[in-house]
């Protein structure tokens, strides 16, 4: 499928009809994909001894679906703007989740180790911040009680250290490329942290206009653009959960008997361009990279 066709066919789609049948798609997907979800996890046999590993691997999983279909859903922010910013978590979460598979039981402690003192940090700043409020007996706060009550239910507070470094005590980058996916860096995490982080090669290119003032030497204007709609952004939120079911079938040994919410995605949208693409215009040449193909 050549995506770039795609690329400006949201701000075109006028017609009633046109959207409801796009519509159709993302809803559809959406249902497929929390299918494929369902089915992996019951397909793999509950190990009570290990219950903790097999929570993590679901619940990283369960993250990617969820991104995925979120964004599926919000079709306003397949954009520049935003949609890279949500590609960037699948990417680091996909790397997290190839990195805890190498030693999965060992790793999947460490991540919920880190997470717990994390929450425990942050309970400690919160009470700070009410106590110089003058909120009381902040121990008793709802906000403080709600947040303690999870903790504890997960591990004994008292129990939780806190580690303000890496959780896996490397970067991401050395984990991906221990994990075997350094391409995931390569083409998806490092260029989306730029939209992430709002660096220069980011902002400079979608915050900036120039001046057409030639007496002013063309230098930039702050602005705020609206973005054409590309759905090049979705179909790479795909290929991340399709990844991650795939990394997750190879490691369990679990399959699922269920179609695949990606490729059938990949025809429904192929499908419908063909049948729709002749009445949109302004469709722009600007070519889009697929990391899952």
């Known amino acids: 499928m050549n995506h770039a ?11 009633r009809k046109v959207l409801e049948d796009f519509y159709n798609i993302l809803e559809t997907y959406i249902r497929m994909v929390r299918t494929e979800l369902a089915e992996r996890w019951n397909n793999w046999p509950l190990n009570l001894a290990n219950r903790r590993m097999q929570e993590v691997i679901g619940a990283l999983m369960a993250r990617q679906v969820t991104l995925a279909t979120q964004l599926a859903g919000s079709p306003s922010i397949w954009n520049a703007h935003i949609a890279p910013i ?5 990417a680091d979460t996909y790397i997290t989740f190839a990195w805890i598979f190498r030693e999965p039981f060992e790793r999947s402690q460490e991540y919920i180790s880190y997470g717990l003192g994390q929450e425990k940090l942050y309970i400690e700043h919160l009470k700070a911040q009410l106590e110089a409020d003058g909120e009381g007996e902040v121990d008793e706060h709802p906000l403080i009680r709600n ?3 999870w903790l504890n ?3 004994f507070a008292f129990l939780t250290e806190v580690n303000v470094g890496s959780w896996s005590g490397v970067d991401t980058r050395k984990m991906a490329e221990d994990a075997e996916c350094i391409d995931v860096h390569r083409f998806a995490y490092a260029p989306f942290s730029s939209t992430t982080h709002s660096m220069w090669n980011h902002v400079g290119k979608c915050n900036l206009d120039i001046c057409r003032n030639p007496l002013h030497r063309h230098h930039g204007i702050p602005v705020d653009p ?3 709609g590309e759905p090049d952004y979705m179909l790479t939120a795909a290929g991340f959960v399709r990844m991650t079911f795939d990394l997750f079938d190879e490691k369990t040994g679990t399959e699922a008997d269920v179609d695949s919410a990606h490729d059938s995605l990949y ?3 192929e499908n419908f361009a063909e049948s729709h693409l002749q009445n949109f215009r302004g469709v722009s040449d600007a070519s889009a990279k697929d990391v899952a193909d």
């Open 226 to 228: 609206s973005l054409p």
């Open 86 to 90: 949500v590609l960037r978590t699948m």
């Open 153 to 155: 239910s997960q591990r």
């Open 5 to 15: 066709k795609l690329v400006g066919m949201m701000s075109n789609m006028d017609d």
């Open 267 to 269: 025809e429904a949208v």
């Open 147 to 149: 947040r303690e009550e």
